[in-house]
């Protein structure tokens, strides 16, 4: 009897995991990173069919970031473990709203300033996670398209942004990113 009752328990456990995507729940579930970026591929181009971007030229990356190129520069392309160098701000595709940038008269503009922030130009690491000193996985995509004194805008589908992220401020979750940058250089 002992061993019919272990065996259904085992079986109840068992039963259990395989309805979560992770054991027993810990961590809840996980993140639809090829989903989400499926969905995001055809909002991104039904917004591209009707947004109006001047550009010399678009470039879709297979990450899914889409690349329009307002002004060529004349610099280097960044690889991995470069510096960059940029000015940008930071909106939701959906609806336009500004949401992040590094400059303090566009902070003011959108009432987003933060006197305690120090406004200044941004810089990160190309390939590294954020907390090592990189910034969002399609900024990483987009400036390694992009020459040195370029102007550009980079559209991020939301698993190469913020994801479904609840602890960033006014980003709700699985949103599209639009950033327009100002490449001024690397090293």
């Known amino acids: 009897m002992k061993r ?19 054991p027993f729940g810990f961590g809840g579930p996980v993140y639809d990173r090829e989903g989400n970026l499926a969905t995001d591929r055809v909002r991104i181009a039904e917004h591209l069919e009707v947004a109006d971007y001047d550009s010399l030229y678009r470039i879709h990356d297979p990450s899914g970031v889409v ?11 960044p690889s991995s473990g470069n510096v960059v160098y ?47 000193g990189g910034a969002i996985e399609g900024f ?30 006014m980003v709700p979750p699985n949103s599209v990113l639009v950033f327009e940058v100002d490449f001024l250089g690397l090293d």
């Open 67 to 77: 690349v329009i190129v307002q002004e060529e520069g004349e610099g280097s392309r």
């Open 4 to 22: 019919i009752l272990s065996f259904g328990l085992l079986c109840c456990v068992a039963g259990l995991m395989g309805c979560d995507q992770q």
């Open 86 to 132: 940029t000015n940008y701000i930071g909106s939701i595709m959906d609806d336009g709203v500004v949401f992040d940038t590094n400059l303090e008269d566009v902070a003011i503009e959108h009432d987003l300033y933060n006197e305690d922030r120090n406004y200044r130009i941004f810089d990160f690491f190309i390939g590294m996670p954020t907390n090592q």
């Open 140 to 169: 990483s995509h987009g400036f390694r398209r992009l020459r040195s004194g370029s102007k550009a805008i980079l559209i991020i589908p939301s698993p190469l942004g913020y994801q479904d992220n609840p602890n960033i401020p």
